[in-house]
């Protein structure tokens, strides 16, 4: 049950709240909405929205207003408006929990119902940076022909009705060319998802979009509008009635949506934007003149990580990341992929030690406080494997290098797919495409090969004789005598 004592959290609260809690010491309404976020959810809440607190607290006067894209925003909608866009920031680790209320969320606006005050926002000369966080499939770019998906109905629909949009790249096409036709200079836009080479994608997608609206209109946004590329990382798991109660019951606040997190974060920016941008740097965020290294780093040691611990364990039986990491044979299993088969074939990374950068990845997913549910890292396994996994298991084909440990992991999703755990147990597989993957990988084990022919998916790999028997062997292995005996007998024979 809520602390019935705990406070409402709303601008009238924050002198009142205990002194467990920190709150902003600066005036919010000195900031300038001069960003706006679009798909607000709990990693923007604990990542970009948190740097920009950090940032006003020493001076900085850049805010933020956020838009919920989908009808499923409703929630963070509702609870964000009744608490004037504050929110409670949990980070969790083995010895204590903080808490603090993050203040630079300054609105937020419910775009399936607000579509134009969207627009308007977008378009207004004060708003200079578009930020998002879409998730890794909603940006309509094939990964491997680099084409944007011109076919898609929300595409196409949004084509024939431009001021009342409903896709991201509606959105800030039509904004953008508000701006163009009032003389107004355009804004930076900024993709803060896990895609590789992100601005360069969301660049491909808008620039595309607006071709099919306007030649003049996308020769415009291609020459004067900037889409840097980033990194982002902080494990941000989904919040629940658990944390409600706990943010309650301890730092005395009745938040309807809280964030919870780790103490580790990091945001490496490529430093190009068309219409100036938030002094970042002076509260960690690393500016540079060429994200790609750090980006590869993250994406192949972190989420490749999650990626076969999230399958595998899942289909093992657990259902929390912690509890996976407390297995020693998957802590092993983890180990080795990063250390042996992904870690050698990354290029060097400016400051960063690969040793000591494994060595923290794996502390952080063994933190018993986040409760970082599997079901949300094994979420839309279409766009993720091939994002995330595929990468350096063809690295590794390529050069000749061992890959047994990224094949386990390939396998493991293959297993999952199959909807049943090692105990019998029904899996919802929750992934735009589970219908056709889940039919198709009713017959992997026998031969994956009709599976790997999802060329969009896999790439070539239905080419590669040797590697397809490989992985058929590890996906039987996993089929009929299980995850956990299959890892054992791996382990053994690797001598690790």
Known sequence: ????????????????????????????????????????????????????????????????????LLPQDRGVAEALGLQQGLYTLLVRNAEADEARVVGSLLEYLFAPERPEAVLTALADASTRL???????????????????????????????????????????????NRRRL??????????????HRNGHVIQTAVASFARMRDDTLANWIERYVSFPNCMVDRITPQTTDAERELVAREFGVADR?????????????EDVFNNGRPALEKVGVQMVADVLPYETMKIRLLNASHAAMGYLGYVAGYRTVEAVMADQN???????????????LLPPVPGIDLDVYQQTLIERFSNPKIGDQLA???????????????????DALNAGRPHRW??????????????????????????????????????????????????????????????VTVLQATLRALCTHGVHVTLVRALGNSGS
């Not at 944007?148 to 009705?161: G, I, Y």
Request: proline share 6%.
């Open 1 to 68: 049950m809520a602390n019935s004592a705990a406070r409402r959290l709303n601008e009238e609260a924050l002198g009142a709240l205990n002194g467990r809690i920190e709150t902003p010491a600066y005036d919010r309404r000195c900031l300038h909405p001069s960003i706006i976020h679009l798909g607000v959810g709990s990693f923007h809440r604990a990542h970009q929205a948190v740097y920009l607190d950090d940032l006003a607290a020493i001076g900085g006067e850049w805010g933020e207003k956020g838009v919920g």
């Open 130 to 176: 578009v930020t998002m966080t879409i998730t890794e499939g909603g940006y309509n770019v094939d990964e491997r022909t680099g084409r944007f998906d011109a076919s898609n109905k929300a595409v196409q629909a949004d084509l024939k009705h431009p001021t009342r949009p409903a896709t991201v790249f509606g959105y800030l096409t039509e904004a953008l």
């Open 182 to 195: 009032a003389g107004i200079p355009p804004f930076s836009v900024l993709s803060c998802d896990n895609v």
């Open 257 to 269: 949506w809280p964030v919870i997190t780790e103490p580790f974060r990091q945001w490496v920016v």
């Open 330 to 344: 998957f802590r092993s299993f983890i180990t080795c992929q990063m250390r042996d088969e992904v870690a050698p």
């Open 376 to 394: 949300r890292i094994c979420m839309d396994g279409s766009a993720k494997v091939p994002k995330f996994l595929l990468p350096p298991l063809n």
């Open 406 to 467: 990224l094949t386990l992991a390939l396998a493991g999703w293959l297993r999952y797919l199959s909807g049943v755990d090692d105990q019998g147990r029904e899996i919802l597989i929750q992934d735009a495409r589970a219908a056709e993957l889940q039919s198709l990988a009713s017959m992997a084990r026998d031969d994956p090969r009709p599976l790997l022919g999802l060329r969009d998916i896999f790439g070539d790999l239905a080419d590669r004789e040797e590697f």
